[in-house]
Structure formats: structure tokens, C-alpha cells
């Protein structure tokens, strides 16, 4: 099956549907969502106009970081189904239109893992380096200061070898080698067996953590003027330290040209997740550039904040991109299974969500969407009793970790748990959540719901939208605007992103108002634009 099977170019501007398995649909009745249960739902993703599905975890797994530590690559944990049902899925979105993305951690795996359990095993086996080992310091301490994105240092002591491993993320969580020619290897055959296996492309877990400094290298401190919570809670110490030699290892583009090579034999694509809050956007210039690497990669620029995000951040943000990833291709989204969900996040009235949508929809670049925004979903509040996410655990009650973004996906207003399952689910479904169920939106033609379904068509009528330059930014008094122009179509857009109305007059030219299903506010005669709060005005030269 390897030959270019797709438009190789299917992904620019695409917008991806974020499905996080455990929480979408169960279809056995205990209480855990699964494979299954996406095929039940499928013909409802398609129906809201996405061009793809992005499936978090469903690997074999001990669960301790919910499918994110894999012990086998190439194999359905029983709790999400069995192959045969992955490939239903595969088989039931094509026929629906909707490209397939799978989730690979391919920078660590559990310690359960085979691979672990023989590299820990001794010295000089095989797969002895397959894992990032080092020896104590003279004093039996660890080898740097390096910390774990989770708490606590990011090396564990192994009595067998006496030697430290490496884990950027859970003690259980330990990193693979990608300085091993043999590692690298095997993870490229990991990617195959799912490209065989019908799939459209990954995601690329934590894609700047693959590699580390082989020195060991100690990271500089990082000044507290400089410190922001992107990447982890503030309360976290990993904010103090400026991590250059942990992760972000210039040779990791090699690997990435390495997988290229292979997607491009099954016309398949990537987006890499970019964990770093000092060169998130510099990294994502580096991954994406040219053709011979990922072909999208996104940041935490639009997944942080505890405000609206104003109009100067965003013309912040595309500057830089322009700066430093003019030739990239990223990939923007607000919310998703690591991040308080951005209705609660932001604090969003309905017109604020709306057109925060509609600009997403503008920007260049791809777009991923999680489950349940399109609903309007408020964060879950979780109590520590119910709270199952280890790094809440950790940090709690400072920082109350990603289960309230995580809760069952809510079908039925008045269904037996939502919708969900017939068994108590792994996580309570919230109750605030109900009155904005998938069947109570479907009948209220003022749901949030059937915004993201004229905006998500919208976007796909246009290929400046989907494709184009983005230029002619401006902002004035909450008043963000820019073009969006590609050969033979050219848009303009304004955006209030405040609670005051603005006014603006818009340039010389044949405009005309496009937009106005989902609320696209026309100019006066006089060529002025009068747009209230948090509304928007979009217009097609003709």
C-alpha cells in the first residue's frame, strides 16, 4: 500500500477534529469510551464539516498517563477495542470524507514497555542504549539538574544497572534514545505499521522533547521576568529553568526529515506538538520549513491565558510567526486535553465565543478543534476524590490538573450519564455540561453548535482562507484586521475583540459582504464600519 494514495497537500488549512478516546463514546458499557464508540459517532463529526479526526492514545497501556505511556506500538489496549475495530474506524471515516490522525509518543514509552524491561535489564544487551542512561554523579546524585515537566527531578535511580534513567514526564515515563540509529529505526517501522494500516497521518507528542544534549549538560536558570505558564502550571519548577539541553537538540530534524520521507509515500501528514514557553513559534519556524519536514507543528501561543486574549496579542503572535516562521506552516488551536478548556479559560459570553471562532477560522494556518467546544463546554469542576490526572494530583489544588477538560462528551440532556455509557463513567460527567448537550444544540437553531458548522463551511469555500498570505495586519482600540489573499481572491477581515463598539472605514475598492450567515456585519454606504462588541466583518473583494 505504499503509494501516494491522497492529495498530498490535504492538510494546509484543514480544520482536525481532536477525539479524545476515553471520553467520546463508550459502546460496551463500562464506563470507558472506545473505538466502537467513535465509529457511533463519526456520521456527527462529519456532519460538523471537519476535514479530519486526530485520535488521542489508544495503545496498549498500564493507563498511568492515560495512553500517553505505550507498552506495545502496535497494538489496541483491550480497554479501547482490538485492530479490527481501529480499522472500522479507518473504514467509516474515508467513507464519510474525514482523514484519520493517530497519536504518537514516540519521545518515551512505559516502563513496561519490553524495550525498557531489557534495557534495564543490564548493560550490554541489545537494546542497552535504547533508553537515556547515566551514571551518578561522585556523590550519587543525579547527573543534572534537569526536572521533569511533572514534578520532581527528571532522572530515577535503577538498582540493576545503578544508573539513572531519563523521564521528562512520569518516573514511569521513560525516554527513548534517539541518539540509538536502532531506536530511531524502530519508531520509523511504528509509523508504517499505521500508515500500512490505512491511516492519514500523527500527531507528534511532545515532537521537541525527542532528543537531549548527550553532555548532559546542565540547563541555565531561567529569570522570573521571563518565566510564563504555557507549558506548565505556574506553581511548577520547571518554569525556572531555560531548557536548551533537555530538549529542542538541533539533530532531532534529521529523524524528522527521516519520517518525512516516509509520510510522503502514503501522502500523509503530521502536526508536532511544540511543549517549549521560551521558542515555541522559533521551533515551529524550524519543524515545518521547506518540504522536507513536518508539515505542521503548533505552540501554546493560543492554548494559555487566563483573559480574552486581546487584538495586540494576536498581531503579536503573527508578527513572530512571520519573523521566525514565515516559510512554516502552524497549526492553531484554543483548546485541548492538556489545557482548562478556553469558554472558562478566557471566560467567553456567547458573541465573544463566536467570533474568537470565526478569527480562528481566518488565520493562516491549519486548525484543530476539541471535542466538545463546539458545544460551548465549560470546563468540569472535578473534586480531588474524583480527580484521576497524576500531574493534578501533584500540584493540587494550585493547579487541578487536565481531568476537567477530559470529562464524557454529553450526547443527551436527559440520557443515563449524558449519553456516555450506561456504566458510571471513568470520570463524572458534569452536570453543568448537560443543558448544552449534542441533542438540545441540534434543536436550538441559536447554538453555538451551528456556528462552528457555517464557519468550518465557510472556511472551506474560501482558499484564502484555507491556503492564502496573510497580510495588512492592523489593530486599533480592540479592532484586529488583516487580508487574506490568495491567487485570484483576495478577504478582508475585521474583528472587535472588546466590550466597546469601534469603528473603522474600510479601503477603496469593489467590497463585498460575505459572511452574513454567521453574522458578518455589512458597511455603511460611506464605505464606514461600525462593528459592536465582539462582532466581525468579513469582505471579498469582487
Not at 266 to 293: F, N, P, W
Amino acid at each position: 500500500m505504499n503509494i501516494l494514495r491522497k492529495e498530498a497537500d490535504w492538510w494546509r488549512g484543514a480544520v482536525i477534529y481532536q477525539i479524545y478516546p476515553r471520553s467520546y463514546q463508550d459502546s460496551n458499557g463500562d464506563g470507558v469510551g472506545d473505538l466502537l464508540g467513535i465509529v457511533r459517532r463519526l456520521p456527527y463529526v462529519a456532519s460538523l464539516g471537519v476535514d479530519a479526526i486526530w485520535i488521542s492514545p489508544f495503545f496498549t497501556s498500564p493507563m498511568k498517563d492515560f495512553g500517553y505511556d505505550v507498552a506495545d506500538y502496535c497494538d489496541v489496549d483491550p480497554m479501547f477495542g482490538t485492530l479490527a475495530d481501529f480499522d472500522q474506524v479507518i473504514a467509516t471515516a474515508h467513507a464519510l470524507g474525514l482523514k484519520v490522525m493517530i497519536d504518537l509518543v514516540l519521545s518515551h514509552t512505559s516502563d513496561q514497555h519490553p524495550w525498557f524491561r531489557e534495557s534495564a535489564a543490564g548493560r550490554t544487551g541489545e537494546k542497552a542504549d535504547w533508553y537515556v542512561w547515566a551514571d551518578p554523579k561522585p556523590d550519587g546524585t543525579a547527573p543534572n539538574n534537569w526536572l521533569s515537566i511533572f514534578g520532581g527531578p527528571a532522572w530515577q535511580w535503577n538498582a540493576r544497572r545503578e544508573q539513572y534513567y531519563l523521564h521528562n514526564f512520569l518516573v514511569s515515563q521513560p525516554d527513548l534514545n534517539f541518539h540509538c540509529p536502532a531506536v530511531q529505526q524502530e519508531l520509523l517501522n511504528v509509523a508504517q505499521f499505521w500508515l500500512e494500516r490505512g491511516v492519514d497521518g500523527f500527531r507528534l507528542d511532545t515532537i521537541n522533547f525527542y532528543m537531549h544534549d548527550e553532555a548532559l549538560r546542565d540547563n541555565p536558570a531561567l529569570p522570573p521576568e521571563e518565566r510564563n505558564d504555557q507549558t506548565a502550571p505556574k506553581v511548577n519548577p520547571y518554569n525556572h529553568q531555560r531548557h536548551i539541553y533537555d530538549k529542542n537538540h538541533p539533530q532531532n530534524i534529521e529523524f524528522l526529515r527521516k519520517l518525512r520521507t516516509l509520510m510522503n509515500g502514503y501522502g500523509a501528514a503530521a502536526v508536532g506538538e511544540i511543549g517549549d514557553s521560551q521558542r515555541g513559534l522559533e521551533i515551529l519556524g524550524e519543524y515545518t520549513s521547506g518540504e522536507d519536514k513536518m508539515q505542521m507543528s503548533y505552540a501554546f501561543e493560543f492554548l494559555s491565558g487566563h483573559a480574552p486574549l486581546p487584538a495586540a496579542y494576536f498581531k503579536e503572535v503573527s508578527d513572530k510567526v512571520a519573523e521566525v516562521a514565515a516559510e512554516g506552516w502552524p497549526c492553531w488551536a484554543y483548546s485541548n486535553h492538556d489545557v482548562v478548556r478556553h469558554i472558562s479559560r478566557w471566560e467567553l459570553s456567547a458573541a465573544a465565543a463566536r467570533v474568537y471562532l470565526t478569527l480562528l477560522m481566518c488565520l493562516r494556518g491549519s486548525v484543530c478543534l476539541y471535542q466538545g467546544e463546539e458545544l460551548g463546554l465549560p470546563e468540569a469542576e472535578i473534586t480531588f476524590e474524583d480527580l484521576q490526572d497524576p500531574y493534578g494530583r501533584e500540584f493540587w489544588p494550585e493547579f487541578k490538573g487536565r481531568d476537567g477538560c477530559r470529562t464524557p462528551m454529553v450526547w443527551e440532556k436527559d440520557g443515563v450519564y449524558g449519553g456516555f455509557s450506561n456504566a458510571k463513567p471513568w470520570l463524572p460527567v458534569s452536570s453543568a455540561q448537560l443543558n448544552l448537550a449534542v441533542d438540545v444544540a441540534e434543536h436550538d437553531p441559536g447554538a453555538l453548535l451551528h456556528h462552528y458548522r457555517r464557519v468550518i463551511a465557510f472556511r472551506k469555500l474560501h482558499k484564502a482562507l484555507r491556503a492564502g498570505a496573510l497580510t495588512d495586519l492592523h489593530v486599533h482600540d480592540g479592532l484586529l484586521s488583516f487580508r487574506r489573499v490568495d491567487e485570484g481572491e483576495e478577504i478582508l477581515c475585521f474583528f472587535n475583540l472588546s466590550d466597546h463598539p469601534v469603528n473603522a472605514t474600510v479601503p477603496a475598492g469593489n467590497w463585498v459582504t460575505i459572511g452574513g450567515e454567521f453574522g458578518s456585519i455589512r458597511p455603511a454606504a460611506d464605505h464606514s464600519l461600525h462593528l459592536g462588541p465582539w462582532q466581525a466583518s468579513l469582505l471579498l473583494l469582487d
